[in-house]
Nanobody, 127 residues
Framework: QVRLEESGGGSVQAGESLTLSCTAS????????MAWFRQAPGKEREAVAF??????TYPDSVKGRFIISQTAGKKNTFLEMNNLTIEDAGIYYC??????????????????????WGRGTQVIVSA
């Protein structure tokens, strides 16, 4: 199983930017879709970005502010977060599907469709 590890979390003030990184334990990671999820205390985990051969997908809550990208071999996947708000605070997780090809539209996938997960990195946003 490929291991994923997040880094780059920290504490920022509202309105600032932060970029998270996800590194796979292989130089090349054979995944169809990669995604970032987040979970605030007392809240359910939610997807905030998807990337795959079909492009990128974001929920309305972060669209226009977050950008997901990856290196060619998918060893590294990034999440650029801009104009952060208090509601963006939480633990951010990197996830990869491990090669699962369905659903082919990455943006409709749920947690069960991703089989490799990082342990999470904390993002704190203060006013």
């Amino acid at each position: 199983q490929v291991r994923l590890e997040e880094s780059g979390g920290g504490s920022v003030q509202a309105g600032e930017s932060l970029t998270l990184s996800c590194t796979a334990s292989r130089d090349r990671y054979n995944a169809y879709c990669m995604a970032w999820f987040r979970q605030a205390p007392g809240k359910e985990r939610e997807a905030v970005a998807f990337i795959g051969s079909d492009g990128t997908t974001y929920p309305d809550s972060v669209k226009g502010r977050f950008i997901i990208s990856q290196t060619a071999g998918k060893k590294n996947t990034f999440l650029e977060m801009n104009n952060l708000t208090i509601e963006d605070a939480g633990i951010y997780y990197c996830a990869g599907d491990g090669g699962q090809w369905y659903p082919r539209i990455c943006g409709v996938r749920g947690e069960a469709d991703f089989h490799d997960w990082g342990r999470g990195t904390q993002v704190i946003v203060s006013a």
